[in-house]
T-cell receptor, first 113, second 110 residues
Framework: QKEVEQNSGPLSVPEGAIASLNCTYS??????FFWYRQYSGKSPELIMS????GDKEDGRFTAQLNKASQYVSLLIRDSQPSDSATYLC?????????????FGKGTMLLVSP | EADIYQTPRYLVIGTGKKITLECSQT?????MYWYQQDPGMELHLIHY???????EKGDLSSESTVSRIRTEHFPLTLESARPSHTSQYLC?????????FGQGTRLTVV
């Protein structure tokens, strides 16, 4: 059973702080990694994707991937109350047309003013 | 911009009724998915498809059925709705990379 693990939280940070969200995965053959944000009552929206080891930055968001440790993280700098949401980690396993996309259970982030 | 659409957005229906939730995408994606999600809870995969005439059951047992006659269309049908089916249903599609989600259908069975 391929697994994607996230701490359910909630992770509480004050406004302006750095929020660090973590995700581990079980399948060493995993190829691509994604972070989604889901506001309460809404559908998930893609915020970051990362495919190779290292860091990838987009505005206030930085995704970090370490395939040797099977670990992917999302850093949110200068956290805002509007960042309060559940963050889902998703992992693509396999490279064929039958690749699967597995979601973690999500980490709830609360940013207090 | 993702082009995946779900209808209806909200549905209240009586027990025992047959319902079909519609999902369409215009991106030409081969893979499509249906997820069930209760408020504050995780996504549960109930059905997926790798392409036309391909349908598979997901991790969560569901009394619903799906069909994939056309690439762009992946409807989900409940033959006899029950209060336990009350939930949000999310449709998603992808090609080789990330998945894009529709806005969801919030179903209430009374």
């Amino acid at each position: 059973q391929k697994e994607v693990e996230q701490n359910s939280g909630p992770l509480s940070v004050p406004e302006g702080a750095i929020a660090s969200l973590n995700c581990t995965y079980s399948d060493r053959g995993s190829q691509s990694f994604f972070w989604y944000r889901q506001y309460s009552g809404k559908s998930p929206e893609l915020i970051m994707s990362i495919y190779s080891n290292g860091d990838k930055e987009d505005g206030r968001f930085t995704a970090q991937l370490n395939k040797a440790s099977q670990y992917v993280s999302l850093l949110i700098r200068d956290s805002q109350p509007s960042d309060s949401a559940t963050y889902l980690c998703a992992v693509r396993e396999g490279s064929s047309g039958y690749s699967t996309l597995t979601f973690g259970k999500g980490t709830m982030l609360l940013v207090s003013p | 911009e993702a082009d995946i659409y779900q209808t209806p957005r909200y549905l209240v229906i009586g027990t025992g009724k047959k319902i079909t939730l519609e999902c369409s995408q215009t991106m030409g994606h081969d893979k499509m998915y249906w997820y069930q999600q209760d408020p504050g809870m995780e996504l549960h995969l109930i059905h997926y498809s790798y392409g036309v005439n391909s349908t598979e059951k997901g991790d969560l047992s569901s009394e619903s059925t799906v069909s994939r006659i056309r690439t762009e269309h992946f409807p989900l049908t409940l033959e006899s709705a029950r209060p336990s089916h009350t939930s949000q249903y999310l449709c998603a599609s992808r090609s080789r990379g990330e998945a894009f989600f529709g806005q969801g259908t919030r179903l209430t069975v009374v």
